[in-house]
């Protein structure tokens, strides 16, 4: 990465793991991605290694490299029209696929050894350009809510098959899309994540996945975001996906037209609870929404002291009174924090779009209600 990155328009996260059936057959993570960022241009390029090809993962790892520092060194202009950027990474592509090729002769090895898809967007303060070969996606937010899909999955005939960056005919049917609008905030990914963050086959961003992602970038720095998005893969989506899990997320830093993400009505249709009941209904879960919050525990009135018939009551008694009161107070708060605690724990989990959807002390963490863990 370059050194003037961190003083740049673009703050950049990239999170990849090992699928839990690469682990079991002893095979490591053969998904790689790469970024740089050169003043207000950012380029991101996420691959996914073919599982049957035996360098997948080398592949990925020097297609990715290459298409991000062809494009850094060109300095494209931040006003390059549609053609323009479409020539840049189609070159991109095709200087990517020349590095793979020439890694496989160095290494006497065939070029389908090599196998990997090649996903490769650029963000400028004026436009958003996305270019595609294989399956994994690309979205973009542009504004504070418009959340698009650049690319979407390109299987081959079969569900499990994709067109590698290294076959005949791979870059001639690759996909292009441009925007001329500066996105607030970029993702690519690999197909890993493709049934948790699309809709398929309409292909619609989720937008209970991606906002809450934007929006906790848009207040931390990219180790925690790092950190929060790599639990939320051990936690929650390995369980639903055995496969190579690769994030890369790019967002306009601070100060630098990064609008917040407003948090949306639960009573407007088609809001973050709609939408999370929808998504929970076609997935089979149960309904996201929060339980009702239950109700406070009741207080118990406070004992009366027996009547004394004497002038003045007998001081041993009156201390007695008082630090049975003092006990049955201490009592009831007591559990009244043990009651809070669990209802709060019971909370975790439920779906959200930020973190005003959660009850205190609970934070809106990669699209689910849950305690924030301090680093």
Not at 174 to 180: D, I, L, S
Not at 334 to 350: D, H, M, N, P, Q
Request: hydrophobic fraction near 45%; charged fraction near 25%.
């Amino acid at each position: 990465m370059r050194e003037d990155a961190t003083v740049a328009a673009w703050r950049v996260t990239r999170v990849s793991v090992a699928g839990t059936s690469h682990i079991a057959r002893g095979v490591p993570c053969q998904d790689a991605s790469y970024h740089d960022v050169n003043g207000d241009l950012c380029v991101i390029a996420v691959a996914d290694g073919v599982g049957s090809a035996p360098r997948s993962e080398d592949g990925a790892r020097v297609a990715s490299e290459m298409a991000v520092r062809f494009l850094i060194e060109k300095a494209v202009a931040r006003d390059a029209s549609e053609a323009e950027w479409r020539a840049l990474l189609q070159e991109a592509a095709e200087r990517a696929l020349l590095e793979v090729r020439a890694l496989a002769e160095r290494e006497t090895e065939e070029l389908r050894a090599f196998a990997s898809t090649l996903l490769i967007v650029a963000a400028t303060g004026e436009s958003a350009a996305a270019f595609q070969v294989g399956d994994g996606a690309i979205v973009a937010l542009f504004g504070t809510a418009d959340l698009q899909a650049l690319t979407l999955p390109k299987k081959g005939e079969y569900a499990n098959e994709v067109l590698p960056l290294t076959s005949r005919g791979a870059l001639e049917s690759a996909q292009f899309t441009f925007v001329p609008q500066s996105p607030t905030a970029v993702a690519a990914f690999t197909d890993g994540l493709e049934a948790l963050a699309l809709s398929l086959p309409r292909g619609e961003p989720y937008d209970r996945f991606f906002l809450p992602i934007f929006d906790l970038g848009a207040r931390v720095d990219e180790t925690k975001l790092a950190a929060e998005i790599g639990e939320l893969f051990e936690q929650r989506v390995k369980k639903r996906s055995d496969d190579d899990l690769t994030l890369a997320v790019a967002i306009r830093a601070a100060g630098k037209t990064v609008e917040p993400i407003p948090a949306k009505p639960e009573s407007a249709p088609g809001t973050a609870a709609s939408r999370a009941r929808e998504i929970a209904s076609a997935r089979g879960e149960s309904d996201p929404s929060p339980p009702a919050e239950p109700p406070p525990p009741a207080t118990p009135p406070p004992a009366t002291p027996p009547a004394h018939r004497g002038p003045n009551p007998p001081t041993s008694r009156l201390r007695s009174v008082v630090l049975g009161m003092f006990l049955l107070l201490l009592v009831g708060s007591a559990a009244s924090v043990l009651l809070a605690k669990t209802w709060f724990r019971s909370a975790e989990g439920i779906a959200c779009a930020r973190s005003s959807d959660c009850e205190e002390p609970l934070h809106c963490i990669g699209g689910f209600c849950r305690f924030e863990r301090k680093r």
